[in-house]
């Protein structure tokens, strides 16, 4: 018999057909991740927007996050 993996108990040359998903948690915590960096990237080129950019980025708010209302009064976005 071959070796095996202890811990689940799988025979060795299955073990590379085994794929574990990434868990819930880590989705949400990359995700709130990126959100940040967006936000953080969108607040640095506020000065520089027009008037158009600024209605794209508060649609894109909208769609991004729950809390966009509040950030688009802050940001004067409209």
């Known amino acids: 018999m071959g ?3 202890a811990v689940l108990n799988i025979p060795h040359f299955l073990m ?3 794929q574990v998903s990434i868990s ?3 989705k ?3 995700a ?3 959100r940040r960096e967006t936000l953080r990237k969108m607040k640095s ?5 027009d008037a158009a950019k ?3 980025w508060a649609a894109k708010l909208r769609k991004m996050t729950p809390g966009a209302e509040a950030l ?3 940001w004067g976005l409209e």
């Open 24 to 26: 819930e948690r880590k």
């Open 3 to 5: 070796k095996s993996c």
């Open 54 to 56: 600024k209605a794209v």
């Open 28 to 30: 949400e915590i990359n």
């Open 16 to 18: 590379e057909t085994v």
């Open 32 to 34: 709130r991740r990126k």
């Open 45 to 49: 080129e506020l000065p520089k927007a």
């Open 72 to 74: 688009i009064k802050e």
